[in-house]
């Protein structure tokens, strides 16, 4: 191990995939520990220095469903039947989509907050990423005992299918992140991008079955049906609510298409670093 | 015969003045990185750039020490950034063999949010130690940098300092193969300076040592090679170290200062001579260790002074006072003639250490002390010699044996 020879040069990198591959699966390895401590770290550090503490993991999502169970009761919008009280169906679906939200936004924010010890140390750079995620299952897991506290008073019990729901979860992590991933090397250059996913977040929330039901027609149900987020957010809540499960095929298709995407976004990221570190070392 | 650890070839890299610029290139750049494709620009500048590092060769064996020296700006920093992995060259290869420990920056190497401890294992991994590698090391570790009661604080609570120290102490006891050290050892006090030094020296015999440092007598005191980098490019490279610290300081030049004070006199001239050895215009003034310094200042002053003191300051390159000679303290007395007039300070024995020094000079009212003019590095000059040493005073002493009782 420590005779190792490490060889730097203009040429890409490209044509080196394999000892590349071999690398990447070894810096994983190695990366564990320390990305285990960052979580550790940043997870302390929410609460820290913050009266509401991890709650904040679930107060946007939180807000969010109110003002649609608002709009629903007061019979501003009307929304379709959804099979389970709207209370439940809201409630899980802007959770679930505050998981997806936060994954997509973690390897930029990991990254950038990052920065002094990217431009310092030769660390396993996928310990930033990893960090992301331990802290993103961190906060489902609040939002999951938050919503099944929920279901549970609104005498809405989940039956057997809800242990699939980390399996769920994992779904939208595993989008989320393969997304933020690829977003990350140019977003660490522009900080537009960083801005724009929130924003484009907000459309997206409504081309998804977040807060209300598919519609059988019409051009947006297309969208809908096309959206590859569809059938990660049903999949989810069908498994929480017990309902079966209508797009499990587009769910597996989907899993594995961010599955390679999440491959090609790691890649991307390891390459693209020393250019980032020389573009932004301050 | 010694193996060579690290080998670098022609290196170089581009920077961009431009930041908008600089980074719409870092997006070319890594299209052209994930394409594979040769990138044609290698060898050519774009708009706005320039070379950070040109066309850099050298090679180190274990057990040498090489000391990188040069202005700010020259490069060396870029240079050692490509030499940990932080970023890529342009052009030329770098290759490393072993286990690299870098310290680069004050500081770095730590991640400020984690405890001294936490610090210590996850750099210790990262060097390729396991758990129970690493738990032999610590106590010498926490021992040698002297922070045991703030090993469980956040590194971004600890002074300067402490950084360093703990940094320094991970790198020493990790046993690296190949060791680059930034600058860091500018920072802390003496009696660690001296124990890090006492250290990088041990380290060399068994590794490949890549020194930064802006301070000779360091560089004089641990390099077996040296390496001169202005603007990028290589300007001498080779293991006479004393003939690099003559380069280094003799590309300082001339420095014109400023003159300041009430103005009541005007310094009109500072010549500096030695025997025979006078200045030459836009050159350093060169003069040898215990070489007799003559300083000739022409000066007037308002008639309204009766008496004046004439001080004369010397200066090293971090602008630090070393030495002065007062009129005041002679025999002399100044007295104002109301015209122009001139003033000889004659030093019999020069003993500065050899480096380069900046000459101010300050008139006073002997009277009142009142500051008429003073004007800051008016001169500046090169003491030369076959030493370096680590005062900026070195006297010249009689040394002989005597009875030991």
Redesign the interface.
Known sequence: MGKDIKVYSADSSRKRIRPILRQMGRDLVLSKDLAWRLAVRDIRAMYRQSLLGVLWAVIIPLTNALVWILLRGTGIVAVDDTGVPYSVYVFSGTMLWAVFTESIQAPLQKSTAGKSILTKINFPREALIMSGIIQCAFNACIKAVLILGAMLLLGYPPNWTVFLLPLGIASLILAGTSVGLLLTPIGMLYTDIGRGIPVVMQFLMYATPVVFVMPTAGWISTVISYNPMTPLIVTARDWLTGLPPEFLNGYLLVNLTFLAMLLFGWLLYRASMPFLIERISS | MAETLISVENVSKK?CRDLKR??W???Q??T????????RT?NSLRKQEFWAVKGVNFTLKRGECLGLVGHNGAGKSTLL????????????????????G?L??LG???????TGR?NV??NG??L?FGRKDIDQKFDAIVEFAEIEEFIDMPVRNYSSGMKVRLGFAVAAQMEP?VLIIDEVLAVGDVGFRAKCLNTINEISRQAAVIFVSHTMPQVARISTKGLLMHKGQTQYYGNDIAKLIELYYGSFGNIEGTKTGSMRADLLDVKLFSGVNREVKNQLFKIAYLDELCIDMVFSADNSVRFLGLNVGFYDKELKAVAQTFSVNSALRIENKGQQMCVRATIPELSLNPGVYSVSVTITDERRGEILVYHHACKTFQVFGDFTGFTPVQYKADWELVDSH
């Open positions: 920077f600089s980074l290139y870092g997006v750049d890594i052209t990185e994930i394409l594979g494709v040769r990138r290698v950034k490509m030499l940990s992995g932080l970023i890529k060259p342009d052009d030329g290869v770098i290759s490393i063999k072993g286990r690299v870098a680069i920056e770095a190497g730590f991640n400020p949010v984690l936490e294992y996850v991994q990262i390729g193969d």
